[in-house]
């Protein structure tokens, strides 16, 4: 009897006895980290160009002579270390004297570049001869190539541009600009030229003079050519006698 009173006064107790729950926690949702890919944009679009005013120059004199001694020169008649990219949207392949960029798709760009070369002031020219080529395709030539680069380009309808790249960003530094230098049909042939020292550059085609423009974001690098294909039908420009010289003081 004394257990049964017992147990039942145990009973009453415990249920007089207001036990405090613990509060749930707030979930913390961590989110995921992602680690960016890093991609080399060659040819990215253009955000926000920033335009930098051109300054002029006295023209070069046609004669090489003011320059120095030869640092490089390649008639392209094997390939001494360029690369050359080949898929089915194009291909680059060197031999008998030219360097061919081959564009078979619409809105395709092919470049190659020569590896295991620096170069920081220096006089540089090579031949460039479009064979398919028209309206707004572009094709020419790229100097300090060291992560970025400085991309001289010609379009097939008679205009020059200078864009700086880099941090897969391009700024234009010389937008597009008619000259009657450029050549506006195809088949052609143009001579581009392109003096660079320290962080002033002239350029040239055929030796005359086109604009000059200031920049210190790269100071030396590889040189590289270029074909784009921006329209419907296939573009082809072979290079040819690049001569890469000393600029004497």
């Not at 707004?136 to 864009?163: I, N, P, T, W």
Request: hydrophobic share 40%; glycine share 8%.
């Amino acid at each position: 009897m004394r257990r049964i009173l017992f147990g039942f006064l145990c009973l009453i107790l415990t249920a007089c006895v207001n036990v405090a729950q613990p509060e749930p926690r707030p979930s913390t949702t961590i989110a995921p980290t992602m680690t960016p890919t890093d991609t080399v944009v060659w040819f990215p679009p253009t955000r926000t160009p920033t335009l930098v005013p051109t300054s002029q120059v006295t023209p070069t004199p046609e004669s090489t002579a003011e320059y120095g001694e030869i640092l490089y020169r390649d008639g392209f008649n094997f390939n001494r270390g360029w690369i050359v990219p080949s898929s089915q949207r194009g291909e680059v392949n060197i031999g008998k004297g030219e360097l061919n960029i081959i564009i078979r798709e619409q809105k395709t760009t092919l470049s190659s570049i020569l590896e295991g070369e620096a170069f920081g002031d220096f006089y540089a020219e090579i031949t460039a001869s479009p064979s398919l080529c028209s309206g707004k395709d572009e094709y020419g030539f790229m100097f300090r190539v060291a992560g970025g680069y400085y991309r001289y380009a010609l379009s097939c309808d008679g205009q020059v541009q200078l864009l700086l790249v880099l941090d897969q960003s391009a700024v234009i530094l010389q937008p597009w600009m008619i000259s009657s230098s450029v050549p506006s049909a195809a088949p052609s042939e143009v001579r581009l030229g392109v003096w660079a020292v320290g962080e002033e550059f002239r350029l040239y085609i055929n030796d005359v003079f086109q604009f000059s423009i200031t920049n210190n974001e790269i100071s030396e690098g590889t040189l590289g050519v270029f074909a784009r294909s921006k329209g419907d039908t296939a573009v082809t420009v072979s290079f040819s006698d690049l001569t890469v010289r000393e600029v004497s003081p």
